[in-house]
């Protein structure tokens, strides 16, 4: 007995270490839910309150996750927004000629994967610093959307109600279908980070990157994975992005960049490189889209929205410097 | 008389003005034996290994492995011919476990490329253990930063040992160790030099590369100066010569400031 008693403290001691920047995150958010419901219970026992927030939770998750490689490999990623906007648009060409929406999500697909791959390609092989050359491609991205439309918006309000519709953000058995495919998308992601070599890898890279060259890992191959990860979840997030607002317009995904870096930073991944945390990102961009309903919902009014943003992200911060010194 | 494993034939390399080492030979022999590499802080001796491993490419010179001459040698070539460097800088990631850091770049994974975490804990374990690190401190799983020096350098010749290098080339391993810390790692060398690996030992103590070593080879601004098998010098002739390389040295300073002057 008192050996299992034992065995169940070591063990319980070691998942605590090795997720304690996670842990703290998630501590963040339930101190913030327990506010919350104590100011105004009835909104937020109220299940449309988590309908409403559902709707944009799965773009937050997708995204916010896989940045978790892309820092975690020592590089930022600012394109990602306007990667979203360019698939989107991608997505409603298709349609406009009349193919398949399905095969507009493969198209999305395959743009998002090869914005990836050229932020990828320009970082590793011509060694230019991700911080800028991502700005760059965001500007140019969006200006391509913006002369391309000709700033013009497309509606796709007709797609409402139909199974391509319902694949991507129906709900099955009052489930929102969008929260299953984050839900994919995280395990995919906590798949990659913590159990394949891809993760493994990358976190030596972001790590000791002189290291992991002279220990013979494809350190531009690996980098430009990430980028690519990212282009894919964009990607992913465009296509239900463009389906809940049921309108594509050129600004799409614009809104997004912030609030994901905050997302990914609350949620305990530095932004030193090497180390990180899937499911972090997810409990991060929770509270984020707790921040975002729950404002409002609680009665308070929106022009305090990016002030309390402001002061969480600050507060969890200090958390996760604190939780450091400890160890 | 079995081809020598590896053979540097004029290799010249310089870094933009600075000329870091000119025209070196170096060799290890084909059966298993220990050299010390020698010499002051700048002579070139990282340099010349980082060449071996594949990291610098020489300006001039050749390369031969088992007599066989290579082209665009590498880091992956130099590690396919069996070559294992632990460098002086320790390479290794610190907030990886120390699992991860053996098997960094050379993860053992299943099929589709999952990590065979498991596997490498255990192999980490006993390597660590074999090599005689056996703090209850740490685990194989505890990041390499809560490690203590002579543990990390461990941690970097476990990998030489798990993949059994037939050349193994530690770069000042002992620098920064305690005396007892040091002693392990000599101890390791013989080890692996009776387990069929050559190991080349850089350090600028030459007491300890006497102690360990069959053969010196003192590098000195670049240029191999002396070479000297154990067997037939002590330990006393030794600093001797290096002391008269030093007053060369000191020579050629003169030599230069009053050109100067
Ligand atoms: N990557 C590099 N870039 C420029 N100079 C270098 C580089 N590596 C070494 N050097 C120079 O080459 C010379 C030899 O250095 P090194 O091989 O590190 O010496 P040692 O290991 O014997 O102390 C030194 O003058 C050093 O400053
Ligand atoms: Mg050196």
């Given amino acids: ?327 | 008389m079995k081809n020598k494993f590896l053979e540097l034939k004029n290799i010249s390399k310089s870094f933009g003005k600075v000329s870091a080492l000119e025209r070196v030979n170096f060799y290890i022999k084909g059966e298993p034996e220990i050299v010390g590499l020698i010499g002051d802080n700048g002579a070139g001796k990282s340099t010349l290994i980082k060449i071996i491993s594949g990291i610098h490419t020489p300006d001039c010179g050749e390369i031969y492995i088992n007599g066989k001459r290579m082209e665009n040698w590498s880091v992956v070539k130099s590690r396919a011919s069996g070559v294992e460097t632990v460098y002086q800088d320790r390479a290794l990631a610190m907030q990886q476990t120390l699992a991860r850091n053996i098997f960094m770049g050379r993860e053992l994974t299943s099929i589709f490329g999952f990590v065979k975490s498991k596997l490498q804990f255990a192999e980490a374990d006993r390597l660590m253990r074999t090599i005689g690190f056996t703090s209850k401190v740490f685990a194989s799983d505890s990041a390499v930063v809560n490690l203590s020096g002579g543990e990390r350098q461990g941690v970097a010749i476990a990998r030489a040992l798990y993949f059994k290098a037939n050349l193994m080339i530690l770069d000042e391993p002992t620098t920064a160790l305690s005396l007892t810390e040091a002693q392990k790692i000599f101890d390791f060398i013989r080890q692996a030099r009776k387990g069929g690996s050559s190991c080349i030992f850089i350090t600028h103590n030459i007491y300890h590369a006497y102690d360990v070593s069959d053969r010196c080879v003192v590098l000195d601004r670049g240029k191999i100066v002396m070479e000297t098998d154990r067997e037939h010098t002590t330990v006393e002739q030794l600093v001797k010569d290096m002391q008269k390389i030093a007053q060369n040295n000191g020579k050629v300073r003169e030599g230069i400031n009053n050109a100067r002057s």
């Fill in chain 1, 1 to 327: 007995m008192a050996g299992h008693r034992i065995y169940m403290i070591t063990s319980i001691s070691r998942f605590i270490e090795k997720n304690r920047r996670a842990l703290i995150a998630l501590l963040v958010l339930s101190v913030m839910m327990i506010i919350f419901l104590i100011i105004n219970p009835q909104v937020f026992l109220n299940p449309l309150m988590y309908k409403a927030i559902f709707k944009t939770l799965s773009m937050f998750i997708i995204l916010a996750s896989a940045m978790v490689f892309v820092i975690v490999s020592g590089e930022i990623d600012l394109s990602f927004g306007s990667i979203v906007g360019l698939a989107g648009w991608t997505l409603v060409l298709t349609l406009e000629s009349g193919l398949s929406p399905y095969l507009g999500v493969l198209f999305a697909l395959i743009v998002g994967a090869f914005i990836g791959f050229i932020n990828g390609i320009i970082i590793t092989r011509l060694g230019i610093s991700s911080l800028v050359s991502t700005i760059g491609m965001s500007f140019l991205i969006r200006g391509l959307i913006y002369i391309g439309t000709k700033g013009m918006g497309t509606s796709v309000v007709y797609l409402a109600g139909t199974p391509f519709y319902n694949a991507f953000i129906g709900s099955i058995w009052g489930f929102p279908v969008n929260m299953l495919w984050a839900l994919g998308f995280v395990v995919l992601s906590v798949l990659l980070f913590d159990y394949h070599i891809f993760g493994a890898q990358i976190s030596c890279v972001g790590d000791n990157l002189e290291s992991s060259l002279e220990m013979g890992i494809n350190v531009a191959t690996i980098k430009t994975l990430a980028f690519v990860y990212v282009g894919i979840a964009s990607a992913i997030v465009a296509v239900q992005f463009t389906l809940t607002n049921q309108i594509f317009y050129p600004g799409s995904g614009d809104g997004l960049l912030l609030i994901v870096l905050a997302a990914v930073f609350i949620g305990g991944t530095p932004g030193w490189g090497g180390i990180g945390t899937i499911m972090g990102s997810v409990i991060g961009a929770c509270i984020i889209s707790v921040i975002n309903s729950g404002i409002i919902a609680a009665g308070v009014s929106y022009l305090f929205k990016e002030f309390f943003y402001g002061l969480i992200i600050i507060l969890a911060l200090i958390g996760h410097k604190l939780n450091e010194k400890r160890c």
